[in-house]
């Protein structure tokens, strides 16, 4: 609770927040979310038209476009905390690396967070070769894909998911060479958490 007061801080003076800071926010977030303690301070149309002039996000989410994974839900997020970019299989493209990019170099943005997440269908289709319509998303999966079925072919979907993040965390790192912290989680259905991979 004492980094949401914190970032509010920040977000009212126009300071920005480190990413060691921004982490802890979006964790402490989380964890009242996974316990169905939601706070959503911010959402009134007084903050609303406060934001009117300008965003401050903590951090930029790259998240699966999964209708089941809303980040501002997930971190029980507030009007201009998050500059969330989503796509299918949590993966990039050219326009989403610059939207990324946008955030860092424009914003301020000090943390990129991306999130990988339980019973992906983008990995599963990937996995079961229904990949037509969507190859585009399919070429960037299947490296994954291919290192999950060496890696723990017992468990192949969700070390699938989980080696995506972390490769779409690296791609980040290296196409953008971000002035920000990159990190990659794993959000599961059940507990309601994201853990950092």
């Known amino acids: 609770m004492k980094n949401l007061f914190l970032f509010l801080i920040f977000a009212v003076s126009g300071f920005a927040m480190d990413s060691k800071q921004a982490l802890e926010t979006l964790m402490e977030g989380n964890a009242r979310f996974a316990k ?43 009007l201009g905390d998050l500059f969330v970019v989503r796509l299918a299989g949590n993966v990039v493209s050219d326009i989403a690396l610059e939207s990324i990019n946008y955030a860092v170099e424009n914003l301020g943005t000090p943390l990129i967070l991306v999130i990988g997440h339980q019973n992906c269908g983008a990995v599963d289709a990937v996995i079961k070769g229904m990949t037509k319509g969507v190859p585009a998303i399919a070429k960037q999966v299947e490296p994954s894909v291919a290192e999950a079925r060496k890696k723990d072919p017992s468990d192949l979907l969700e070390t699938a998911i989980k080696l995506n993040a972390v490769h779409t965390q690296k791609e980040i790192q290296e196409k953008l060479k971000p002035k920000a912290e990159v990190l990659a989680g794993y959000y599961n259905f059940q507990t309601g958490k994201v853990e950092l991979q």
């Open 36 to 78: 169905d303690k939601p706070t959503q301070l911010n959402r009134s149309i007084k903050s609303r038209k406060a934001l009117k002039p300008g965003q401050n996000p903590m951090a930029v989410i790259v998240a699966c476009a999964d209708s089941r994974v809303a980040p501002e839900i997930l971190f029980d997020a507030n």
